[in-house]
C-alpha cells in the first residue's frame, strides 16, 4: 500500500468541522516554491504549482523504483501580505505565497536535488523548487466549503471571535490545503482546509 498522508494525517488532511476548532500538528517535509500575486492571474503562480507537480511525481517514482510508493499529496499554500487587511478586502496583487506539497517523511533534501535535474531535463522546468520542514504546532483549524473567495467570514470569526475566546494569537503563516481541483469542481463545491498557527 502506498503512503497517502490524507489517510496517514486525516484530522488534518481530512476534517469535519466547518467551524474552528483546535488541533495539534505535527513536523512535516514538504517540496515549496515561492512567489506573490493574484493565483487566479499571475503567470508565475501557474508555474509554480506546474513545478510542483513535476518535482512531486519525479520523486514518486523514483521512489516507487525503490518499493517505496506513496500518494502524491494534495497542493497546499502559506499566505502572508504586509498588510492583514489585504486578505479581507481580498487585494490580491499583494498577496505572497509559499506553495506546497507534502512529502513522506523518509523522502529528504537529497531527493528533491536528484528530481531537480530530471525535471529540467524532462519537463524543460527550470524552477526554485526547495525543500521545507514545518513544525507548526498548535492551530486553529477548519474546513471551509465554498469559493476561495469565500473564505473571509470564517477568518473573520478566527481573528475576531475564536482566538480572543481562547486567549491566543496568531503565531505563523495562514495555510491552507486544497482538498480539490478548481478546474473541475464547481467553486460552491470546493473543500478548503484553513489553518493558523497560534500561541
Given at each position: 500500500?502506498?503512503?497517502?498522508?490524507?489517510?496517514?494525517?486525516?484530522?488534518?488532511?481530512?476534517?469535519k468541522n466547518t467551524d474552528w476548532a483546535?488541533?495539534?500538528?505535527?513536523?512535516?517535509?514538504?517540496?515549496?516554491?515561492?512567489?506573490?500575486?493574484?493565483?487566479?492571474?499571475?503567470?508565475?503562480?501557474?508555474?509554480?504549482?506546474?513545478?510542483?507537480?513535476?518535482?512531486?511525481?519525479?520523486?514518486?517514482?523514483?521512489?516507487?523504483?525503490?518499493?517505496?510508493?506513496?500518494?502524491?499529496?494534495?497542493?497546499?499554500?502559506?499566505?502572508?501580505?504586509?498588510?492583514?487587511?489585504?486578505?479581507?478586502?481580498?487585494?490580491?496583487?499583494?498577496?505572497?505565497?509559499?506553495?506546497?506539497?507534502?512529502?513522506?517523511?523518509?523522502?529528504?533534501?537529497?531527493?528533491?536535488?536528484?528530481?531537480?535535474?530530471?525535471?529540467?531535463?524532462?519537463?524543460?522546468?527550470?524552477?526554485?523548487?526547495?525543500?521545507?520542514?514545518?513544525?507548526?504546532?498548535?492551530?486553529?483549524?477548519a474546513l471551509h466549503v465554498g469559493s476561495?473567495?469565500?473564505?473571509?467570514?470564517?477568518?473573520?470569526?478566527?481573528?475576531?471571535?475564536?482566538?480572543?475566546?481562547?486567549?491566543?494569537?496568531?503565531?505563523?503563516?495562514?495555510?491552507?490545503?486544497?482538498?480539490?481541483?478548481?478546474?473541475?469542481?464547481?467553486?460552491?463545491?470546493?473543500?478548503?482546509?484553513?489553518?493558523?498557527?497560534?500561541?
Amino acid at each position: 500500500m502506498p503512503y497517502d498522508v490524507k489517510k496517514d494525517l486525516k484530522q488534518l488532511y481530512a476534517p469535519k468541522n466547518t467551524d474552528w476548532a483546535l488541533v495539534d500538528v505535527p513536523e512535516q517535509r514538504f517540496l515549496a516554491i515561492d512567489g506573490r500575486g493574484d493565483p487566479n492571474t499571475a503567470v508565475s503562480h501557474r508555474s509554480a504549482v506546474e513545478a510542483l507537480y513535476a518535482f512531486a511525481y519525479t520523486i514518486k517514482m523514483a521512489a516507487k523504483g525503490r518499493g517505496e510508493d506513496f500518494v502524491v499529496g494534495p497542493l497546499e499554500g502559506l499566505w502572508w501580505a504586509e498588510d492583514y487587511a489585504a486578505f479581507t478586502v481580498r487585494a490580491k496583487d499583494s498577496w505572497q505565497w509559499t506553495m506546497l506539497i507534502s512529502l513522506p517523511g523518509w523522502i529528504g533534501a537529497d531527493a528533491v536535488e536528484e528530481a531537480r535535474e530530471s525535471v529540467r531535463r524532462k519537463k524543460k522546468i527550470d524552477a526554485p523548487v526547495r525543500f521545507l520542514t514545518l513544525g507548526e504546532g498548535r492551530c486553529a483549524q477548519a474546513l471551509h466549503v465554498g469559493s476561495y473567495d469565500d473564505e473571509g467570514p470564517l477568518l473573520a470569526r478566527l481573528h475576531g471571535e475564536f482566538l480572543e475566546h481562547h486567549g491566543l494569537e496568531p503565531a505563523g503563516l495562514h495555510h491552507e490545503v486544497y482538498l480539490g481541483d478548481p478546474r473541475r469542481v464547481e467553486p460552491a463545491k470546493l473543500r478548503t482546509v484553513l489553518r493558523q498557527p497560534v500561541a
